[in-house]
C-alpha cells in the first residue's frame, strides 16, 4: 500500500484559518473512520491531535477540527497561532491490520 | 501518568541486527497495542508494525516483513522491536506509540539507530 498524499506545505497568518488534506484510497481513508492527525515540533516526538476523523483527546485545543469526505480526509486548523508552526502527519488504518501515513505538511505560519 | 521511555542511541555496521526497547508505566500494560513506527533523518514517518501484548501477535508492513521481530515482556511492561540485516537506509529514530488500530497519545521519545561502517 502506498502512503497517504499530503502536501508539502502550507501556511497562514496568525489568525487566519488552514486547511491541510490528506488523500487516501477507498481502501483506506474511504472506508475507515480511523483518520488520526499528528503534529510534530523540530526533534519532538509526534503529538495525536485529532483521532477517529474528527474527535480530539483531552488537552487538545478545539481550533484543531478534523473531517472526512470520501478518500480524503482533512485537517482545519482555525485562529493560527505561532505554536501551531510544525510539521503535520495524517495516518488510516488500511485494512488488514496495516497501517498508512502521510508524507508529512510543513505548516508556516507568516 | 502515562509514559514510554525508549533505549538509548545504538549504531550499528551494516549487515548486523538492532534491538531497541520500550517500557511502559502508568497504565494496564495488556490493554494496548504497541505500534513502531520510524523516521529516517528529513523525512517523514513511517509505520512498522505492532504487537498486541497481551497475546504475542504481531502484524508487520509488508516491507518489514522477514527483517522485524517485535516481542514483549509483560513481567516488566516492556516491548522490544528487533531489525536485522540493516542498511545505512535503516538510519532513522526508531518511536514506541501506545495504541490500538492507530497509534494514540503516548509516545516514547525516539531512539536514534545509526548505521555506518
Known amino acids: 500500500q502506498s502512503a497517504l498524499t499530503q502536501p508539502p506545505s502550507a501556511s497562514g497568518s496568525p489568525g487566519q484559518s488552514v486547511t491541510i488534506s490528506c488523500t487516501g484510497t477507498?481502501?483506506?481513508?474511504?472506508?475507515?473512520?480511523?483518520v488520526s492527525w499528528y503534529q510534530q515540533h523540530p526533534g519532538k516526538a509526534p503529538k495525536l491531535i485529532i483521532y477517529?476523523?474528527?474527535k480530539r483527546p483531552s488537552g487538545v485545543p478545539d481550533r484543531f477540527s478534523g473531517s472526512k469526505s470520501g478518500n480524503t480526509a482533512s485537517l482545519t486548523v482555525s485562529g493560527l497561532q505561532a505554536e501551531d508552526e510544525a510539521d503535520y502527519y495524517c495516518?488510516?488504518?488500511?485494512?488488514?491490520?496495516?497501517?498508512?501515513f502521510g508524507g508529512g505538511t510543513k505548516l508556516t505560519v507568516l | 501518568q502515562v509514559q514510554l521511555v525508549q533505549s538509548g542511541a545504538e549504531v550499528r555496521e551494516p549487515g548486523t541486527s538492532v534491538k531497541v526497547s520500550c517500557k511502559a508505566s502508568g497504565y494496564t500494560f495488556t490493554g494496548y497495542y504497541f505500534h513502531w513506527v520510524r523516521q529516517a533523518p528529513g523525512q517523514g514517518l513511517e509505520w512498522m508494525g505492532w504487537?498486541?501484548?497481551?497475546?504475542?501477535?504481531?502484524n508487520y508492513a509488508q516491507k518489514f516483513q522477514g527483517r522485524v521481530t517485535m516481542t514483549r515482556d509483560t513481567s516488566i511492561g516492556t516491548a522490544y522491536m528487533e531489525l536485522s540485516r540493516l542498511t545505512s537506509d535503516d538510519t532513522a529514530v526508531y518511536y514506541c506509540a501506545r495504541g490500538r488500530t492507530v497509534p494514540d497519545t503516548a509516545w516514547g521519545q525516539g531512539t536514534l539507530v545509526t548505521v555506518s561502517s
Open positions: 495516518n488510516s488504518y488500511g485494512g488488514s491490520n496495516n497501517n498508512l
Open positions: 504487537i498486541n501484548p497481551n497475546s504475542g501477535g504481531t
Open positions: 477507498s481502501s483506506d481513508v474511504g472506508t475507515y473512520d480511523y
Open positions: 477517529e476523523v474528527t
